[in-house]
């Protein structure tokens, strides 16, 4: 995907924001956090969060 070419006005990008700093966390927000605490084995705690996701998306 990070080879995709927008320019001919086909596919869509979405994207979501999550700023944690003072607010309940989301389920999508705590899964983040415990992959990164699994993977890297790390005490992280997320204060914000992009979630990006596409479709139709065509190769560059």
Known sequence: WDNADFSRGVGTTY????ITLNTAKPPFVRDVEAKVRRY???????AWTLKITWERAPAY
């Open 15 to 18: 994207y979501q924001e999550y």
């Open 40 to 46: 890297l084995r790390s005490s992280y705690s997320a």
